[in-house]
Structures are given as C-alpha cells and as structure tokens.
C-alpha cells in the first residue's frame, strides 16, 4: 500500500513536471501588444457607450418636454 502511495506521487509530480514544460509563455512584446490592444478597444467601447448616453438622455429630454 504504501508503495503504491509512493509510485502513484512519484508519477503525478513526474506527470505535472511534463506538461509544465509543455507551457508556452507569451513573449514580452506578445504582452505588451495584448495589453495595448485590450486598453485601446476599452476605451473605445467605452467612448461609444458614452456617446450613446448622451443621445439617449437628449432624446429623451425632447420626448419628455
């Protein structure tokens, strides 16, 4: 039983070893370019919902008046 405990942590660690190093990790500039894009379109979504804002609050200025 206990040898048993031992072979099965030793294959899990063994195992966990192997698809670690089948990670790939972005590169520097992979990042940084991500970063940059995910800014950019936030702010523009964001622009836009804004922009919606302010004419769906005019509009609805003028149906209320």
């Known amino acids: 039983m206990e040898k048993e405990k031992k072979s099965f942590l030793r294959d899990f660690w063994k195992?966990?070893?192997?698809e670690y190093n089948k990670i790939v990790f972005p590169s520097r500039d992979d990042v940084i370019k991500q970063t940059a894009a995910t800014i950019i379109v936030s702010f523009v979504i964001g622009?836009?919902?804004?922009?919606l804002d302010v004419i769906?609050?005019?509009?609805?200025?003028?149906?209320?008046?």
């Open 15 to 18: 195992g966990l070893k192997t």
């Open 47 to 51: 622009a836009m919902i804004a922009l």
């Open 56 to 65: 769906m609050k005019t509009g609805l200025g003028y149906i209320l008046k």
